[in-house]
């Protein structure tokens, strides 16, 4: 989506350019925001309003009457950080897309020690963190976003995620993300904080001159591509643009930019779960299963009044005895005509049944959140098999494939080459080999191997290994010449490859043929050795003269 209607001449200073496209992106986003306060509500009590017109602190979830929701989100969010980017093992693997320089030994321990300083910078900033909550993000509303910041006196990348109202994107006819806004609050002092007092409203001097630390501005930060039509005229030399500016400024006509920056990576990502061509913004399991999340709270506030009126039935009582039925457990009523009798009214509640659709409905909503896959182990019945487990794993991977795939290509890839261009720029990286440069534009690749992105790989690639060394067998039993076709050292190291083996535990092809050489050379050496005493008894036996009689004198004396 770009401009229509001429927005953009409508004004002349890059500022009012940005506010007066910020006003359109709100009037596009505005028809997702019912479903997503929806969401909201049933799967993020603890998300403050989507107004923004909440009090900070204060309780929330006070008419959720049923956690399913909530409880499914929360271990879909953990179990997709665990399974696709854990701090605890590794997940990213640098790769190239030339097969044979991946075959170069030098070129792969070179690899490996990228990896390995991209692993240090990504736990040295507060990546991990910031996870959670785009997951939960990602999860209940569909749309995550996140802005990436270098931060040069810590050496780090600062990862800022913010709240799904602040955030307003634009695509291109591809589906692409190209831009985002961003509105945001600030108080005074945060914002001289930041950026000085030039170019801020003399309204926020005054706050910031007064110590008010309460009253709050309205920022936007706009991230461009730099043939955007925005900045036209604008000196943008790499492929991204950053620009902050104060919305709620008193003087817009002589308004500037706050910052302006430019970077050769996208500084920012926008993930969404997943989405119609004809939308921008992402669908979540929770909308999936909202008719039913929505449901299931009526439901079970329906069956918590029944509950109460089983445990606290109605009653009949004489108007004589008003103001002294005591209905407290153990409490006593005392009357004295035996005809005033106190007695239950019948409400015809079925609470079971009740139960029963309920479960029915709790199983249907944890289906949208694969809440199955993630508790496996859990809710496994009897003793299973590792191999077993490795199955169930890898097909329910393969059912969640295209979101593992979306989540790569929207959140992961943008954060890995960010993170790259940061520790490349600051010299952190070591130097490539020389071969790389000559063989290759030098253009570097990720491979993501999280367990959950292994387990879909095993079952495609792995699998089919195994697959066909077991189809074949039958043949290299009548036929065990044709095992020669097999090159078993290819395919033991792509397995290893597969499963992810470091490259300095994998010996070379050199190596491993020095090694059969000089296994070789010993077996010989032992069979020599064996077979020294038989020789050597030969020898003497035929240096010894020969005994009258024997068959070696008639030998030698018909000779002679």
């Not at 390995?116 to 509303?141: C, I, K, M």
């Not at 790259?420 to 080999?433: H, K, Q, T, V």
Request: proline share 5%; net charge negative.
């Amino acid at each position: 989506m770009m401009d229509n209607g001429g927005i953009l001449q409508e004004a002349k200073s890059l500022v009012k350019k940005i506010k007066l496209r910020h006003e359109h992106l709100k009037g596009v986003r505005e028809p997702y925001e019912p479903l997503w306060k929806d969401c909201i509500d049933v799967s993020r009590p603890g998300l403050s309003s989507f107004e923004g017109t909440g009090d900070k602190g204060a309780k929330q979830g006070l008419e959720i009457w049923d956690g399913t929701v909530v409880s499914a989100l929360r271990i879909m969010a953990d179990g997709f950080q665990g399974y696709m980017c854990s701090p605890s093992n590794p997940w990213r693997k640098s790769i190239l897309p030339n097969r044979n320089l991946m075959r170069d030994s030098e070129i792969r321990k070179w690899l490996d020690e990228v990896d390995e300083q991209l692993g240090y910078a990504y736990r040295r900033s507060n990546f991990y963190s910031a996870t959670g909550p785009v997951l939960r993000h990602e999860f209940s509303v569909g749309t995550a976003v996140g802005l990436m910041h270098e931060d040069v006196g810590e050496q780090n990348t600062a990862f800022i995620i913010p709240h799904p109202r602040e955030n307003y994107l634009i695509e291109d006819i591809f589906g692409r993300v190209i831009g985002v806004h961003r509105e945001f609050p600030l108080t005074a002092f945060q914002a001289v904080d930041h950026w000085g007092k030039e170019n801020l409203s003399d309204a926020l001097i005054k706050s910031f001159e007064g110590d008010d630390q309460k009253t709050e501005y309205l920022f936007i930060e706009a991230i461009y591509r730099n043939n955007d039509a925005i900045l036209k005229g604008e000196n943008t030399k790499r492929s991204w643009t950053q620009i902050y500016i104060q919305k709620d400024h008193e003087r817009p006509d002589e308004q500037k930019p706050l910052t302006f920056e430019s970077f050769d990576s996208k500084p920012f990502f926008a993930w969404r779960y997943e989405k119609n061509s004809d939308e921008i913004y992402g669908r979540s399991p929770t909308a999936n299963a909202i008719v039913d999340a929505l449901g299931l709270q009526q439901m079970s506030k329906s069956l918590s009044k029944s509950a109460q009126l089983l445990a606290e039935p109605p009653v009949w009582a004489p108007y004589s005895l008003r103001g002294k039925v005591n209905l407290t457990p153990g409490g006593r009523t005392y009357y004295s005509n035996p005809g005033e009798e106190i007695k239950e009214i019948y409400t015809k509640v079925n609470y079971p049944v009740g139960l029963d659709w309920r479960e029915h409905i709790k199983a249907a909503v944890e289906e949208h959140f694969f809440i199955q896959f993630f508790l496996m182990m859990n809710r496994a019945e009897g003793e299973q098999k590792v191999i077993q487990v490795m199955e169930k794993i890898g097909e329910k991977a393969a059912l969640m494939g295209p979101r593992i795939k979306r989540m790569e290509e929207e959140f992961l890839v943008p954060v890995d080459d960010w993170m790259f261009e940061i520790e490349y720029r600051a010299g952190r990286l070591p130097p490539a080999p020389q071969r790389l440069f000559d063989e290759s534009e030098g253009v570097l690749g990720v491979e993501f191997i999280g367990l959950l992105a292994q387990a879909e790989k095993r079952v495609q690639v792995t699998r089919n290994i195994q697959n066909a060394v077991v189809a074949v067998s039958p043949i290299l039993q009548i036929s065990p010449d044709s095992a020669d076709v097999i090159d078993g050292d290819a395919a033991t190291r792509r397995i290893l490859r597969d499963n992810y083996m470091y490259e300095e535990t994998i010996r070379s092809e050199q190596e491993v043929a020095q090694i059969r050489k000089s296994r070789l050379e010993q077996q010989q050496a032992a069979k020599a050795a064996e077979a020294a005493p038989k020789i050597a008894k030969s020898i003497a036996a035929l240096q010894k003269a020969s005994e009258p009689g024997s068959p070696l004198e008639a030998v030698t004396k018909g000779g002679a």
